[in-house]
């Protein structure tokens, strides 16, 4: 299997510090593709209009205008299979159960560190057989 180098990503994280941390992880980790929304709205936009440019989409469950949890929803209804890691401080079984009947790939609690993201990323590269 190749590395996460070549996985094209969408980060949507509302918080300037959070998504420069994210990117500066996902960088280190050699991957140059990085695109960034500051919300779900813009999120969706992108995705609608550049769906073929990404891989992986990590995005924040916490986010203005348009939840997390409904651009994973919007987004499964136009393409199922793009592989959706959420990132949220959540982790109640009833927030974790909601992902996943919506159709989540991997989830992963906030705060974490880049080995555990690059696990997560690892384990949906090799399940979607991308990169």
Known sequence: MAGLEKLRILVVEDQIDMRNIIRNMLSEMG?????EASDGREALTFTDMAQDMV?????DWNLPKVSGLDVLKQLRSVNPNLP???LTGRGDLQSVTEARASGV???IRKP?????LEVKLRVIQQRAGIG
């Open 84 to 86: 959706f890691l959420m």
């Open 55 to 59: 891989d992986v989409i990590i995005c």
């Open 105 to 107: 790939t991997a989830y």
């Open 112 to 116: 974490f560190s880049p080995a555990q």
């Open 31 to 35: 991957m140059t593709q990085i695109f």
